[in-house]
């Protein structure tokens, strides 16, 4: 799946979600996306809405979505200052008419596990012709399955495919470790194998996120903030500060590189041990000239430059043409 210049067959993306962590205040979300650029993080992610388009009702929610709200305006300059660092820039939209905006500044779409089941705000953004990340908590593989061939739907109509991706989640804040189920990771690649699976991490600390390399995640989410003590609101307690965010990103590199590619070939570094560390057949005990070679006859000892385990039918029956010490390894030219 290609993001931007980024393919997510070559490397693992790695996503710093900022969502609403910056709390509205602008100079914190600028250095929020430099603090993430210097972990070394692929995104940062945003988060965009209209408030009175998300709540009904709950006064204390709709005061709160609105303390943290942005305008385009400053989406957008967002956006150029997260380039400027490096970083592909995207945020979530909550509502079509954000989506109708964000379509102008970026290169990909999230669609949260809260809407996973918002189909005109999905159907939107596969409009977009886009590549598309979704979030799969609260759902079912079959509710899954169902996202899939909608998506699908739009694009092979216009005989585009942009990429999808679903990333397992738990949609709890924080996730107990004994509820990540980080081998659904694993379900998800196996039943669905045309899309990009990856992760977006909820649980305290980075380990989940790490770990999910090996059970097969391409696309890493981790919330992130300056400080976890930053204020009472809840993401800051799961997220990680830019020390951890550094070090995930470390550890991510480095679990990728140690799980390799899918196949089982000899490694370099073995090669010498081809020789050194296999075995040979060799005399069981001192052995005459003339001598008549029986299966009693033999041993088998180290390095593996003779006649290797298995080859032992070539040479029982065989006369030998010299003497032989114990432990000495057998050559064709020693018989006849």
Known sequence: MNIGNFDTNERVFIIAEIGNNHEGNFEIAKKMISEAAASGVDA????????????????????????????????????LYAKRKGLIFFSTPFDIESAKFL????????????????????????????????????????????????????????????????????????????????????????????????????????????????AGSRIIEKHFTLDKNYSNFRDHQLSADPKELAILVKEVRKAEEMLGIEEKKTQICEKEMNLAGRRSIAAGQDLKTGSKLKFSNLTWVRPGNGLSPGNESKIIGKILKRDLKFGEIIKQSDLS
């Open 103 to 214: 379509n102008t500044i970026q290169p990909i779409f999230k669609i949260a596990s809260g809407d996973n089941n918002f189909f005109p705000l999905i159907e939107t953004v596969a409009n977009f012709y886009k590549p598309m990340i979704i979030s799969t908590g609260i759902i079912s593989p079959e509710e899954i399955k169902k996202i899939e061939t909608f998506i699908k739907k739009i694009w092979h109509k216009n005989n585009v495919n942009p990429g999808l991706s679903f990333l397992h989640c738990v949609a709890s804040y924080p996730v107990p470790d004994d509820q990540a189920n980080l081998a659904s990771i694993i379900y998800l690649n196996k039943i669905f194998p045309e899309v990009v699976i990856g992760y977006s991490d909820h649980t305290l600390g980075i380990k989940a996120a790490v770990m999910s390399v090996i």
């Open 44 to 79: 940062v992610k945003f988060q965009t809405f209209i408030p009175e388009h998300i709540s009904s009702g709950d006064k204390t929610r709709l005061d709160r979505l609105r303390g943290f709200q942005f305008s385009y305006d400053q989406f957008s300059e967002l956006s």
